[in-house]
């Protein structure tokens, strides 16, 4: 059976960009380079959906065309469906919701104490073997404790993503601790700083970039997670839109969900590293 | 201050030694050293790179503490790092994430506002950083980095600087320049400074006394005098004179 032609055509015109955008300025090189990326995807995705349909033919003679896998013009459509009535905001801010108060705890408690678990050997000690021996289980695992535990509700969900970005930011903070160079130490101890001007001018500002760090790498862990999560935990929310799309054999939707999340998903990112820019961190990230 | 405590040295080292545990075995860092320093005196510790003058500079600094012997400062014991002595390091001991401002802000955070601004435009002035107050040490060049650590020292009002070799991470020129403005300081503000050091002519250039340091065991090999008033003429007869001794005391042949 036949293929569309405007993907090979499009692919052969993104390759060709790609190699050709040498002589591009920078600026426009960082526009073009992922769009063109975006375009030999999405012409690559087409033709999966075309190597995958299959025509039928009725008794009645007649042919259909039966596509299989939604096409990303498909997904498209269902996509702005879902925008008009409202589905894709309010689950977008309930999966959103989620991460939040989930990652705000994590943050909120993992920052203090890995910092202070960071700087106190017996702290250390005290700490470090037990969150080594949760950090490797994955918070998938947790779901049924967490169900368990907490129900079919939002609490569920919102305890697996505490769970599975407060591991990543205790062991981050301890280890930016670890790492604050001795000389800034000494200065603090030459200039006679107390223990909480010491955390104030010296530890956490020296331990920052590194704690952005593992901001950055905990909100991508919990946005991935807080999908699975959904997918089981609960009943709303990006990951949840999944689970029920499939149920009720609306593959077009499943693809939007999916495209969705991974849009959020860059756009979290870009919100963390915003972070980086500031004067205070700066200094901690090699220029990028 | 009385007149008994200004004939008394400012910095008494005495019978000072220091070995390290290694894993297998020790080693001697320092054996029996001792040395007198004047109030407002500049020593240079001249050496190979093993013969201990930093650990001598940490011990007299606080930041580590001797196997035997003891140091002094105004006839007390050294106990603990302290305001009064403030250390200036190799790798810039400033904060990379606080401002020019706030860097030499740090020994001073005890003082009312008005004051505190008082001293810092002072000592910003007095290292040549005006304009650079709201810069951060990623924006300013390493010569440039160096003045903000000396400021930062100076601004505590220390009796001594200990500088464990502030310009070791400085291209030739820009060291050259920083050692014509420690002096510049030093003459301004009279401190005392213990300068660690193994280049010969930096010692010379800086120095009152230049006390020179042999390897393992660390010990004193002998302190050379530098009579010549600054500026000092560095092609001059005297000068050659005591770097030659100078070589010769390091082992060092003057021809290559």
Request: net charge positive.
């Amino acid at each position: 059976m036949g293929y569309s032609l405007w993907p090979f055509l499009a692919i052969a015109g993104g390759i060709a960009v790609i190699l050709g955008s040498r002589r591009l300025g920078e600026s426009l090189q960082k526009v073009v380079l992922p769009l063109s990326a975006a375009v030999i995807g999405v012409s690559l995705w087409q033709l999966a959906c075309e190597f995958k349909s299959y025509e039928l033919r009725a008794p009645d003679g007649s042919v259909r065309l039966i596509e299989v896998f939604p096409t990303p013009w498909q997904t498209l459509v269902e996509l702005a469906r879902m925008l008009q009535d409202g589905t894709l905001l309010r689950y977008t801010i309930a999966s959103l919701y989620r991460v939040a108060v989930g990652f705000g705890l994590a943050a909120a408690i993992g920052i203090p104490v890995g910092l202070v678990a960071g700087w106190s050997t017996r702290a250390y000690r005290t700490i470090n073997p037990l969150v080594q021996g949760l950090r490797p289980i994955s918070p998938l695992a947790w779901i049924p404790v967490a169900i368990l535990w907490f129900g079919v509700e939002d609490a569920s969900a919102i305890f697996l993503i505490f769970l599975s970005s407060f591991f990543p930011i205790i062991t981050g903070a301890m280890t930016a601790v670890h790492s604050i160079p001795t000389v800034f130490l000494r200065s603090a101890r030459n200039f006679r700083l107390g223990r909480a001007e010491l955390f104030r001018y010296v530890v956490f500002p020296a331990a920052l970039p590194q704690i952005i760090t593992s901001l950055r790498m905990a909100l991508g862990i919990a946005w991935l997670v807080i999908v699975a999560a959904e997918m089981i935990a609960v009943q709303s929310g990006l990951g949840y839109v999944i689970t029920d799309a499939r149920n009720g054999n609306n593959y077009p939707r499943v693809l939007a969900a999916m495209v969705c999340i991974g849009l959020i998903g860059i756009v979290l990112d870009l919100g963390v590293r915003q972070l980086q820019k500031l004067d205070e961190v700066r200094w901690g990230f090699s220029k990028a | 201050m009385a007149s008994a405590q200004d004939s008394r040295p400012k910095v008494e080292v005495r019978g000072l030694s220091k070995v390290f545990s290694r894993r297998r075995d020790e080693l001697a860092a320092l054996q029996d050293v001792d040395l007198e320093v004047r109030a407002g005196e500049f020593v240079c510790l001249l050496g190979p790179s093993g013969c201990g003058k930093s650990t001598l500079l940490n011990i007299v600094g606080g930041f580590e503490t001797q196997s035997a012997g003891e140091v002094l400062v105004d006839g007390e014991p050294v106990a603990g790092p302290h305001p009064r002595r403030v250390f200036v390091f190799q790798e810039y001991g400033i904060f990379p994430w606080a401002s020019v401002w706030d860097n030499i802000a740090l020994g001073l955070r005890h003082l009312p506002q008005d004051e505190q601004r008082r001293v810092i435009e002072h000592y910003i002035e007095l290292v040549g950083l005006r304009g650079f107050e709201r810069s951060y040490p990623s924006e300013i060049s390493g010569g440039m980095k160096q003045r903000v650590a000396v400021a930062r020292a100076l601004a505590v009002k220390p009796d001594i600087v200990l500088m464990d070799e502030p310009l070791g991470a400085l291209d030739s020129l820009t060291r050259h320049t920083m050692r014509a403005e420690i002096l510049r300081i030093w003459q301004q503000e009279r401190m005392t400074v213990l300068f660690v050091t193994h280049d010969v002519d930096e010692a010379l250039q800086l120095a009152d006394r230049i006390v020179v340091m042999s390897p393992r065991p660390g010990r004193i090999a002998r302190i050379v005098p530098v009579e010549a008033p600054h500026p000092r003429e560095i092609g001059s007869r005297e000068y050659v004179r005591v770097k030659t001794e100078l070589y010769g005391l390091l082992g060092v042949s003057r021809t290559i």
